[in-house]
């Protein structure tokens, strides 16, 4: 069982950064990927981006650019620094472990609770 706690969420002005954190309960993290989904109300749940367990990283092509996922394995933690947000970047950030490498919700296992972000004009 992994469990993954999300932060660093909040109200942000657009063109403005945040940072969130994903933090992971397993010894096995390294061994993990991670995703970041996210969720607008109304909408489905969609693929932000993962890395791999050797940090290869696939972004889609909305966040391209302007966000950067990263993992610190010695603290169980994966980081997502979103830059230059958007009003369109509204939603629900979740986090998510998996063994695939796969880019669609089925495929990872643990979830986190998410934390809200939301742009403003």
């Known amino acids: 069982q992994v469990q993954l706690v999300e932060s660093g969420g909040g109200l942000v002005q657009a063109g403005g950064s945040l940072r969130l954190s994903c933090a992971a309960s397993?010894?096995?993290?390294?061994?993990?990927?991670i995703g970041w989904f996210r969720q607008a109300p109304g909408k489905e749940r969609e693929f932000v981006v993962r890395i791999s367990s050797s940090s290869t990283t696939v972004y889609a092509d909305s966040v391209k650019d302007r966000f950067t996922i990263s993992r610190d394995n010695a603290k169980n933690t994966v980081y997502l620094q979103m830059n230059s947000l958007k009003l369109g970047d509204t939603a629900v950030y979740y986090c998510?472990?998996?063994?695939?490498?796969?880019?669609?919700?089925?495929?990872?296992?643990?979830w986190g609770q998410g934390t809200q972000v939301t742009v403003s004009s």
């Open positions: 397993t010894r096995t993290f390294s061994n993990y990927v």
């Open positions: 998510a472990a998996g063994r695939s490498l796969r880019t669609t919700p089925e495929y990872y296992a643990y």
